[in-house]
Nanobody
């Protein structure tokens, strides 16, 4: 069973960088065909797929936060990380890491989820 756990971020000052790490257990992040993603839920809105890193290390981003987002991984720790630069209060959301086998940029298609972590950007 794949399990994911986001690090806690809490309150982030505006214009700073948000950094979140997802620790994976039950499966290696290099296992064939797995895609590891970051998804966020903005207040009063649906979930937004932000980007993913694949089992090969290829990275894909959603168009909207693309210029500010960076995803990486540490295979020795079985973790992957999201950095979001120059945050504003509009980035306040619950952030999730999630996984599935095979490609999808739809959050509804992801089978394995972390519990989510609330990030609040202060103005």
């Amino acid at each position: 069973q794949v399990q994911l756990q986001e690090s806690c971020s809490g309150l982030v000052p505006s214009s700073q960088t948000l950094s979140l790490t997802c620790t994976v257990s039950g499966e290696s992040i290099t296992t064939d065909f797995y895609h590891w993603t970051w998804i966020r839920q903005l207040p009063g809105k649906g979930r937004e797929w932000m980007g993913a890193i694949t089992f090969t290390g290829s990275i894909y981003y959603h168009l909207a936060p693309r210029r500010r987002a960076s995803i990486s991984r540490d295979t020795s720790k079985n973790q992957f990380t999201l950095h979001l630069n120059s945050v504003t209060p509009e980035d306040t959301a619950v952030y999730y890491c999630a996984a599935r086998r095979g490609w999808s940029d739809s959050s509804d298609d992801y089978l394995y989820w972390g519990q989510g972590t609330q990030v609040t950007v202060s103005s």
